[in-house]
């Protein structure tokens, strides 16, 4: 680590949602009546533990550089918790001058009344999670809101904030590769956004979509229709000026995700509420991470932190494991990663690197080590390839 500042960021864990989706193996639970006075104490427990552990570690930073309400459904948070988290947190940290605040927000649980409110307590990026564009296929993905919710929410959203992004899926089995495209187009066209997270739908473990796929009921999509879908819609984005700034995410020039950007860049991020993570490196010279890890569970986690801070697990990354994430994380960006962030280099195989590079796979540029466009796609092979004679 240089002597320059550091980054810092803040997560918030919000862990209801109206409904629990099919496809989601986030920490999402259906909503339940909560006590707002526990959850904004163990929050504020929270947060003031890290400013001292901060302080201990003697991390250099000039306040938070970004803030996100993620989940879940943040959208569906008592005002009051939102508020009381982020006076707090100026109190605390202060703020950088240009920070990013955002919060997830999905179209069925929208009110505009609540879009206005959020802005005045400082969120100045909203993430609506519209996922699809077509009403068969949010009903495929058990969504409750239809296309007219989208729509009605994207109006209020774009409306109130300079910086929406917006959140879609896509490349299922049976979607139709020309509509998608229709739809994507038109919709890019109506409205003025600035940031696009665009995932292809995944199978996982212990979801609804897992125990049906397993079944049988529902079918992955053939890799070569994937390929063209991810073609064809890069095609699209770029007619309307997103650039990918990695794997899965796009964005107008200098709008892309701050807060995800520390996760990409291996820099330093608080995690609060239930099953958030948080990483920190100790110092400047010591070049150490640390990683703290939340209880999971909704109610255990209020409980342990009502009356004083607790973390399910607080542990030092070592060297290889905090490499790993500088490399696994740092080549999903357009950009790359800086080499002088490995602590140690020989991490990366010098044969195999050398043969990635004749191939044209992987480059040197300016101090960065960069993947090529075209192989973004099969980074988890390159990347057991590059680690391993
Ligand atoms: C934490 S969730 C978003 C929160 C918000 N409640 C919502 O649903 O819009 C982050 C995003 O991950 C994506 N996602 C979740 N599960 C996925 C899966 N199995 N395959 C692909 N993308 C997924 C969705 O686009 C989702 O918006
Ligand atoms: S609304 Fe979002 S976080 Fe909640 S279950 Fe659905 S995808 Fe998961």
Not at 309 to 338: A, P, Q, W
């Amino acid at each position: 680590m240089n002597k320059s500042k550091n980054l810092l960021g803040l997560y918030i864990h919000w862990p209801y949602c109206e409904s629990k989706c099919p496809y989601c193996d986030f920490n999402s639970h259906v909503n339940e009546s909560i006590d707002i006075d526990l959850w904004i104490k163990s929050y504020t427990n929270q947060i003031y533990q890290m400013k001292e552990d901060i302080i201990e570690y003697n991390l250099n930073y000039d306040g938070l550089s970004s803030i996100f309400f993620g989940g879940g459904t943040p959208s569906l948070m008592p005002l009051e918790i939102i508020e009381s988290i982020l006076n707090i947190s100026y109190k605390l940290f202060n703020f950088n001058r240009d920070i990013e605040i955002s919060l997830e927000a999905n179209p069925s649980s929208y009110e505009i009344e609540k879009f206005v409110d959020l802005k005045k307590l400082g969120i100045n990026r909203l993430s609506v999670g519209v996922q699809s564009l077509n009403s068969k296929n949010l009903h495929f993905l058990g969504r409750l809101h239809n296309v007219n919710d989208v729509y009605n929410a994207l109006d209020h959203a774009t409306k109130t904030f300079d910086n929406v992004s917006v959140d879609l899926m896509y490349a299922f089995h049976g979607q139709d590769i020309n509509l998608w495209i229709d739809e994507l187009e038109s919709f890019l066209k109506r409205y003025d956004l600035k940031h696009i997270s665009l995932y292809q739908l995944t199978i996982e473990k212990g979801t609804k979509f897992f125990t049906d796929y397993k079944k049988g009921l529902i079918q992955l999509i053939d890799n070569d229709l994937a390929a063209d879908f991810y073609t064809k819609t890069n095609m699209i984005l770029s007619k309307y000026h997103f650039n990918r700034y990695e794997i899965s995410n796009y964005s107008k020039i200098n709008f892309e995700c701050k807060h995800n950007l520390n996760y990409w860049n291996s820099d330093n991020w608080i995690g609060i509420g239930p099953g958030a993570y948080g990483r920190l490196w100790t110092s400047n010279t010591k070049l150490q991470r640390i990683e703290y890890q939340n209880y999971k569970n909704p109610k255990s986690w209020v409980n342990q932190n009502v009356n004083y801070c607790s973390f399910e697990k607080i542990k030092m990354l070592n060297t290889y494991d905090t490499d790993v994430d500088t490399l696994s994380m740092g080549l999903r960006l357009e950009k790359g990663f800086r080499i002088s962030r490995l602590i140690d280099r020989k991490l990366i195989k010098s044969k195999q690197f050398k043969t990635l590079q004749d191939k044209k796979i992987i480059f040197e540029k300016d101090g960065f080590i960069v993947l090529s466009k075209n192989y973004l796609i099969k980074l988890n092979s390159i990347i057991n390839f590059l680690m391993n004679d």
